[in-house]
């Protein structure tokens, strides 16, 4: 299974389209806030995906909750913006928080710098910002073999 994990739209619709349109095998779009607004848009434009989104620290007005859990193939996956967790002074309250739901993978947004790691059973990947001329957006796979993720540049 291919998930499309965006973050950080910042209002730019048209570059969230391309990410969706350059991956066609994604099944699932993943999007971790400062952009619900374009997520919920594009939700009726590709109808046949399933969305999963939170809201950012720039969602204001936003009903979204600030985190989420899906199992996908039998990895559990915990997403957030990652505002709330404090990601931009490092990683652990974050990190903390999906092992607490004993996640499979982390998903974070916010610091709009791209990021894959492995930790002790955890994989964990910011997509960076889909805004802008350095635009990055993740894929994460999801395979009998085991799970991967990739940073691609975006535009």
Request: glycine share 18%; aromatic share 18%.
């Given at each position: 299974m291919r998930i499309l994990v965006v973050s950080d739209t910042h209002g730019d619709r048209m570059a969230l389209q391309r990410a969706i349109l350059s991956q066609p095998k994604a099944e699932v779009v993943i999007h971790l806030g400062d952009g619900a607004g374009e997520a919920e848009k594009?939700?009726?434009d590709f109808p046949e995906k399933m969305f999963l989104t939170v809201?950012?620290?720039?969602?204001?007005?936003s009903t979204l909750p600030t985190e989420g859990t899906a199992v996908f193939c039998g990895k559990n996956i915990f997403y957030t913006h990652g505002y709330t967790?404090?990601?931009?002074?490092?990683m652990y309250e974050a990190v903390s928080a999906a092992r607490g739901q004993k996640a499979d993978v982390l998903l974070f947004g916010h610091t709009h710098e791209p990021l894959t790691e492995y930790e002790d059973g955890l994989y964990i990947m910011n997509p960076g910002s889909l805004n802008g001329s350095g635009a990055t957006y993740g894929i994460l796979d999801i395979t009998p073999a085991g799970i991967v993720t990739n940073i691609v540049k975006g535009n």
């Open positions: 594009m939700k009726l809201r950012g620290n720039c969602d204001w007005g967790y404090n990601v931009k002074f490092g």
